[in-house]
């Protein structure tokens, strides 16, 4: 099923953007009106990260005049692995800046409006409107719901993707475009448990898989934009990289659906965070004052280096993040065997157990089960590995 283009051609091509542009204008179904209608297009790219580096690149090189970009973030050197827009001179700086001198290198004609700012629910609905399409590039739950909401209120289509170690999806969501398109809530009526699927900070994410769900997203953002073949909507693209399998399996939209549904629920925008949880239950009331500072720890890594304490220094990670940095007297146990039980048969019964992940997520879950096996004493590290790089030992690498 085809649908209308969501933007109408600009009154003209100039002489150079006719010259740059040739290699479109020669494809039948793009041609010169296609090609007006990217020049008269306005797309809002979520974060300028994995997916938003090749997303903001091709929709710049492909004359989509008026691009935004929203990102609040600066570029890490751990981002220089998958995020090609930026590049090793921009370590440090913001990265909705750096993304923006890469777009003014690649396309000089395009017109970038920044928004440096965290969304949230203050400002997503008055930096949304405007656009004519969306671009989600987003690595969390609470943004993603977010953006589903606020495009649905705003009758915003955008073009989704998600990307993990080897896996992407990708899928269209344009409930106002058609009466049986699906919305993400359609897909994935609820948050997955908190912890239980890690972010790419967490878990990894082969670099090159950013290019290969981003282009999909920019393929579709221009099929919607000038209204030619039959966009994702009411479909979700399956790829795997490992297998090099692509799959499209039929999304339906959720009559009983909370937002798009017959008797919504959600009827305005929502708290978010509390709908995604940071943490579970069981593990927030189990960190409530059993969480220590890297600080503490040092200091009782001293005491304990000397003689005058004892504890076991329990890191829950996974075996290849253990071999990028540690905290030097740590133990792996990863949070797999905590959850099958077999962790508990190689800790002492006679020391405290001092527990710590990447962050503390993972870390606070594992303290719950630690704690539900009669260790009342043990406490996990706020801010994990990462805050014990960067406060106590920044000559380790982060990750
Ligand atoms: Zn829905």
């Given amino acids: 099923m085809s649908f209308p283009a ?26 010169m009106t296609g090609q007006k209608r990217l020049k008269n297009a306005k797309v809002l790219v979520i974060g300028a990260g994995g997916l938003g580096s090749p997303a903001l690149l091709y929709l710049a ?6 691009l935004g970009i929203a990102e609040f973030d600066e570029v890490d050197e751990s981002n220089l692995q998958r995020q090609i827009i930026h590049g090793q001179s921009d370590i440090g700086k913001s990265k909705a800046q750096s993304a923006k001198e890469s777009i003014a290198e690649t396309n000089p004609y395009v ?109 579709e953002a221009i099929k919607l934009l000038t209204g030619i073949g039959e966009p994702l909507i009411g479909k979700l693209m399956i790829y795997d990289a490992l297998e090099m399998e692509y799959r499209k399996l039929r999304v339906r939209k959720d009559p009983n659906c909370a937002l798009c549904g017959e008797n919504p629920t959600v009827t305005g ?23 220590i500072s890297v ?16 504890f076991v220094l329990v890191d829950v990670r996974e075996p290849n993040e253990f071999e990028i940095n540690r905290i030097p007297g740590s133990v792996l146990i990863p949070k797999g065997d905590f959850l099958n039980g077999s ?53 380790q690498p982060s990750y």
Wanted: hydrophobic fraction near 40%; include cysteine; charge should be negative.
């Fill in 111 to 219: 017109d970038v409006i920044v928004h440096e700012t965290r969304l949230d629910n203050d400002n997503v609905m008055e930096i949304f409107r405007g656009y004519d399409l969306i671009v989600d590039g987003t690595d969390n739950f609470a943004t993603r719901y977010m953006v589903n909401d606020a495009a649905y209120f705003l009758g915003i289509p955008y073009v989704w993707g998600s990307i993990y170690r080897f896996d992407g999806q990708a899928s269209v969501f344009a409930p106002t475009m058609a009466d049986d398109a699906p919305c993400y809530r359609c897909l994935y009526p609820e948050p997955p448990p908190p912890g239980m699927v890690p972010s790419c900070a967490e878990g990894g994410v082969l670099g090159v898989l950013c290019a290969s769900i981003g282009s999909i997203q920019v393929n």
């Fill in 295 to 310: 600080t503490q720890l040092e200091h009782m890594l001293k005491e304990r280096s000397e003689g005058t304490r004892d």
């Fill in 269 to 291: 925008l929502i708290d978010y965070e509390t709908f995604c949880g940071a943490i579970s239950d069981d593990a927030a009331e189990a960190a409530a004052g059993s969480t």
């Fill in 343 to 395: 962790a508990l048969e190689k800790l002492p019964s006679d020391k405290q157990i001092v527990m710590h992940c990447k962050s503390g997520v993972r870390s606070a879950e594992t303290l719950a089960i630690v704690k539900g096996a009669g260790y009342a004493d043990a406490v996990h590290v706020g801010g994990g590995v990462v805050a014990w790089v960067n406060q106590i030992d920044p000559s």
């Fill in 6 to 31: 969501l933007v109408e051609p600009a009154d003209e091509l100039t002489i150079d953007e006719v010259r740059r542009y040739s290699r479109h204008l020669i494809i039948p179904d793009v041609g």
């Fill in 61 to 66: 090189a492909a004359g989509v005049h008026t």
